[in-house]
């Protein structure tokens, strides 16, 4: 079945510094591919999204590319902040269904 | 504003004493689906919906009902909830297409005893 994962936490960055978070996925056929963010306290709230190979999704500075050829869609930010902190999920559904698959979480704090 | 509600946020209860979590949406959505959050295990998929009147499992089913008799509206049932119920749990809708983006409520953390 369809799956992710993504580079386990927690991330601890100084502000300014360059993000990476690893994702990687498994499904059939051409799944949309997603990142959500959830602040402390919060729900989800979509990040950035790619629905076909090679599209980028971008959003408040963060990035991330649809490979389809790594099956990756890793997820990016040249210089991130202090409100930047939270837990990112990167997610797919697969092109036949609207069933949603989450990774585990990446939980990321930025320091002053 | 376009939103999903969730209530309550917070739950404190027993077990086996029957509880129920309303879900609401005003987007109109076809779509509505059930999470819980688990640390280390992300989200996992309880149920969804994709109209009114139809409802399907997800991963982690057992344990929950689910209703949608009307298509804002799909409130989540724990006839008997247990310990390892305990969770975070996330309402979620969306328009039905393909890809489409999914809207989260705020949560609804449950604590049973």
């Known amino acids: 079945g369809n799956s992710v994962t993504q580079m386990e936490g927690p991330v601890t960055l100084s502000e300014e510094a360059f993000l990476t978070i690893n994702c990687t996925y498994t499904?059939?056929?051409?799944?949309?591919l997603f990142w959500y963010v959830q602040y402390p306290g919060e729900g989800l709230q979509l990040l950035l999204k790619?629905?076909?190979?090679?599209d980028k999704g971008s959003n408040k500075g963060f990035e991330a590319t649809y490979r389809k050829e790594t099956t990756s869609f890793h997820l990016e930010k040249g210089s991130v902040q202090v409100s930047d902190s939270a837990v990112y999920f990167c997610?797919?559904?697969?092109?036949?269904?609207?069933?949603?698959?989450f990774g585990a979480g990446t939980r990321l704090t930025v320091k002053p | 504003e376009a939103q999903v509600t969730q209530n309550p946020r917070y739950l404190i209860t027993v077990t086996g004493k029957k509880l129920t979590v309303t879900c609401s949406q005003n987007?109109?959505?076809?779509?509505m689906s059930w999470y819980r959050q688990d640390p280390g295990l992300g989200l996992r998929q309880i149920y969804y919906?994709?109209?009114?009147?139809?409802?399907d499992k997800g991963d982690v089913p057992e344990g929950y009902k689910v209703s949608r008799k009307e298509k804002r509206n799909f409130p989540l049932i724990l006839e008997s909830p247990s310990p390892n119920q305990t969770s975070l749990y996330f309402c979620?809708?969306?328009?039905?297409?393909?890809?489409?983006?999914?809207?989260f409520g705020p949560g609804t953390r449950l604590t049973v005893l």
């Open positions: 997610a797919l559904t697969s092109y036949n269904n609207n069933d949603m698959r």
């Open positions: 919906s994709m109209n009114v009147e139809v409802t």
């Open positions: 790619a629905t076909k190979a090679d």
């Open positions: 987007m109109n959505h076809e779509y």
């Open positions: 499904a059939t056929g051409y799944p949309s």
């Open positions: 979620a809708s969306s328009s039905g297409l393909l890809g489409d983006t999914q809207y």
